[in-house]
Every structure is written in structure tokens, then in C-alpha cells.
């Protein structure tokens, strides 16, 4: 039996790949080199942030958002997705204009958002350093369990007859003589395929590489800690995070280092946020793991008796401008891409898998797709030579 | 001792996950200690399976047929045991 589509990688990206493809009747043929939800989609905190720049992102997460509103109604488990809302914290007085500048420039595309003086951030949030200059309440904003629902995705996608391989290792990738995609060869048997989704996250540039395509995604490592349970009165919103987080993806050398509190559906607190480029290492760095503890110290002082009970490291697969890559493989026929999500992977799987099953069943695209295309980077390159 | 889905034992104590639970995602698929406890949170509390992870080895053994040497063990990551956040932050455990 010919699956229609094979889809590489078992994170939430392909999975949600595999569901959307699924539900519009396509045979997906899902092949993981490990487990499911076993790299990127398990290292990292539970956001789904409506209030990235540049404004492509915005569209993804805004529109994902929404899909993520109908996931929890119609995945077969649940996968704790509540409309928390999300608090950005700024630190100094002299970071408050440019802040502020961002927010009205949020509100006027339409995003539902409000500023918040300290005064109003002390009354929201008693346990906060007193010292803040202020913030923003994000009411969209929400929060799920990356895991489940990487895991209800493939059940439900299975359920709809997808057959989801795990512990299968892509090995090559056969191409005919006008470069049309005819097999994906692995680890547990060839299989003869016309179209192919590369969602292979960290790894999609090597999977590019089998079919001569060069796709610009490296690993940048982030470091997270997990604290004991805590008292659901010691932060009333459960996402807080300092406004800096946005530069600190930005950041291109160095460890980059942002506060970041989320608190889970059990109860413990997962702390962030850092970034650092180490190549396909996730040995958790303990001079990390303090200064990151510190900048959370910073804004929650509250947090001192909290016990740490874990920490982990894990790649997000990073795009050169931070927009993902949701995109036909130019010159390779059945070939597309879906990858680049950095940290926001979570906040726009569903989407992504949306965008994937429209390209692949010909549908007018829930989000613009020129932005997102893998040919914007050969522009780019093409306008660094001339200029 | 043969296993019954029903069993309410007790086998994660400190996030309280049941031998039924621990069977039905053995059921569901998890073949290593990490899908186990992706699924059902045993081994995630604060004694980050020092209790429980044995065990959980023991009834993949047992339900998949597979030896106990070659069921993959679940990931260790730091801190052993719990360490307050001030306490860490600052260093102050190294001296």
C-alpha cells in the first residue's frame, strides 16, 4: 500500500503535518528516528505567544491560536491548553519607551493587549520584585502540554488510518531524473512516495541535503529548570515574562538570558529562558542554569525557597530571521519544508500543519506563504553579493 | 505475580501514578521508561524516579517480553535532589 505523503519527523510540527493531512483524507505515512515528542518538542515550556515580531509571525501565531481552540475540542486526549494570558515584565524605566512603543504598535494590528503600570502590577501580582517599571497583559495568550499534544496529534492522525513509524531513521531520499521525489529510503524499509515533508526540525538541513537542497536551520540550545509544585497564589497569571525575551532571540553570540515563569497545569514551575549556539549539544551548562535562576530571582524574588527539581536542556531549530519555513522545495518536485519555528514551535504547529495540507491539497492558504518561503534566503543571498 | 489492569497499587508515589495507569500506556504503546512517563507522569514528582523507575523497567519487562537490560532507561538530569532556588542562584552549595 502506497502512503500518498511521508512525513519526517515525529515532533509536534510533523505531527500536526500528519493530522491535518489525515483529516483531509490524504494517506500519511509518518517516520520518526526516535520516539515521538522525543527532541525539541519536549525540551522547552508550555507558551503560546500571540506578540512576536515582524508581523508574519504575528499572522501564524494569531491564526494557530485559534486552532488550537478547536485541537482541544477535537484531539482524542486532553492536552491541557488554557487561555491563561501572558504578563511582560519590563525591568528598567529606560527600556519603558520603546516597550510601550511596541504595544501600540501591537494594538493598531489588532491585537488584544493593555499597558500595566507598577502600581497595577503589584495589585495583579503581590509576589513581583516591587521595583518594575511596568508591563503588559497579553489576554490571548495561552498555555498547553507540548507533549500530549504531540502525542494526541499522531493518535488522532493515526486514528484517521496515518501509520505513524517511530524508531525509523531516514537514510536517503530517491529522486527521479526530472528531480520528482519517488522514495523515501530508511531504516525499516524503502518507502515509494511522490511528496515528502520535511519537518525534521534541528535536523532539516540534513534531510535538505539529501536532495541537494540547502536549508539555513542550525540547533540553538535552551536551557530549562523545573521546580517542585508550587502554591497556585504564588503568580495569579501563569505565563510572566520579561519583555527582554524578545531580544533575547534576536541575540546571535554569547547566552543570550530572559526571566521567563510559566506555571503548568500540575502545578510546578518550568523557568527560562536562554539561548546559546553549541551545535547538537544538550549537555545542561550549570554556570546556565545559575544566571538564568538569577534573572528569575530578579523579577519573582518569591521563588528563593522553591525547590529545583530538574533541569534540561534542548535545540530549537533556528532560522536566520526567526520565521519559520513553510515551503516548497524549489527544484525538487513533492519535496516541501516545514521548519525554522525557533521557539515557537508549540505557538505554531497547528498552523503550520495547516499551511502544509493546503500547499499539498491545492487549498488557498489559511496565512500568506511568500514570507515563509525557503527562496527568500537565495534572495537575500543574492542581495548581499550585489549590495 | 501476574499483572492486572484493574490494580490501583500505587507505583509513582510521589506524583501517585496506579499500576492500571502505567498499564494502559504500556497499552497505548510507551515501550521505554520516558514514553511511560511522557504519558503518565511517573517518575516527573519530586524524587524524580528514584522510587519508580525500577519498577516501571520491571512491568515493561514483564508486559512486553522484552529483558530488563534492554528496556531504555529514563534520562537523569541535574540537580540529584531537590535544591532551593536561593540556595542554587547564588552557589552557595559549593561551599
Redesign the interface.
Known sequence: MLPDVVVIGGGIVGCSCAYYLAREGVRVCLVEKG?L??GTS?AGQSHIVLWEEPDINLQLEKASRLLYEALAEELPFDIEYRRTGSLALVENAGDWEPFERTVHSLQARGLDCQLLTSTDLCRLEPNLAPDLAGGAYFPEDAQVNP??TT?ALA?AAKNMGAEIRPFTEVTGIELSAERKVTAVDTTTGRIPTAIVVNAAGVWSAAIGTMVGLEIPVIPRRGHIIV??PVPDNLINCKIILAAGYMQTLGATSGVAMSANIQQTH?GNLLLGSSRDFGGFDRT?R?EV??AQ??R??RFLPA??????????AGLRPYSPDLVPIISEGDGVKGFYIATGHEGAGITMAPITGKLISEMITSKAPTVPLEPLSLRRFSHRQEEDRLG | MSLEPEDEVIICRCEEVSLKEILEAIAEGARTVNEVKMRTRAGMGLCQGKTCRRLVSQILAQQTGQPMGEIMPATFRPPVRPVPIGVLATGDDEG
Do not use: D, G
Not at chain 1, 521563588?303 to 534540561?312: E, Q
Open positions: 520516539n515528542a522525543s519536549r507533549i500530549l502525542l493518535q521546580t517542585e500540575s545542561v550549570p542554569i545559575r535562576l538569577a528569575n530571582l521563588l528563593a525557597n522553591i525547590h529545583v527539581i530538574r533541569t534540561y
